[in-house]
């Protein structure tokens, strides 16, 4: 018995069409490149810090000690979301999908975009327990900018290195809380309608989300230009 023909088509089948197979090829591609990013697991951390989001709320942590300690612990847990999103950067076999050519800066930036979407979206629903400090509005600033943090960071020190950038930026808010910050570039401690702090954001994940779909986490190999 031999495997002679096993793979051929059988008798009058019409072999899948050329945009068939290219589909299914660029969805295994994208999920493979998910898994290798650990993005399941990302997912998971995500909608475990909307809980805590929620539990925090909902149980006033921080109450005594002041509005300013609420703030801080919801901008801890923004913080973290960032910093999980920024990690996600790094795969531990570089990248592979250069062999790919052009998609290599499609999927690094679709995948950053879509866990700071699903990451905005899973902290608006814990933010549902109680009242959040800025709102959504604020949120949805102090989440963006500091995932541009985090993404610099994995672009210039490494994707393992990535979450210092919003840990690091979460002390100097710290400090900034305590007193009065002037410098729109510190918006997480300025007021959610304030136009400055959310272009300084703005500006900081365009920065991120640019660098690294140009070139990717430090140490995801060779460093490139644009495929």
Known sequence: MTT?????PLPGAAPAPRAERRAVAALRLAWLYLV???????LGLL?????????????????????????????????GAAAV????????FGEPERATGRWL???????????????????AAGATGGLLPGGTLALLRNLAGITGIGLLTAAVLGGAFGWTGPIAYLVVTEV??????????????RPPHDLGGALCAALVFAAGTAAITLFGARDSGRRSSPE
């Not at 290798?36 to 990302?42: C, F, I, K």
């Not at 809980?51 to 923004?78: M, Y």
């Not at 999103?85 to 531990?92: L, S, W």
Request: without cysteine; proline residues 7%.
């Open 36 to 42: 290798s990013r650990r993005v399941p697991a990302a």
């Open 176 to 189: 900034a809380l305590t007193g009065n910050p002037t410098t729109p570039w510190v918006w997480s401690a």
């Open 4 to 8: 002679t023909g096993l793979h051929e």
């Open 85 to 92: 999103i920024a990690v996600t950067a790094y795969g531990p």
């Open 105 to 123: 800066p499609y999927l690094r930036l679709g995948e950053a975009a879509a866990l700071t979407a699903i990451g905005y979206a899973a902290l």
């Open 47 to 79: 909608a475990g810090l909307a809980a805590l989001l929620w539990s925090a709320l909902h149980w006033h942590w921080g109450i005594a000690g002041g509005p300013a300690a609420q703030q801080f612990i919801s901008l801890s847990i923004e913080a």
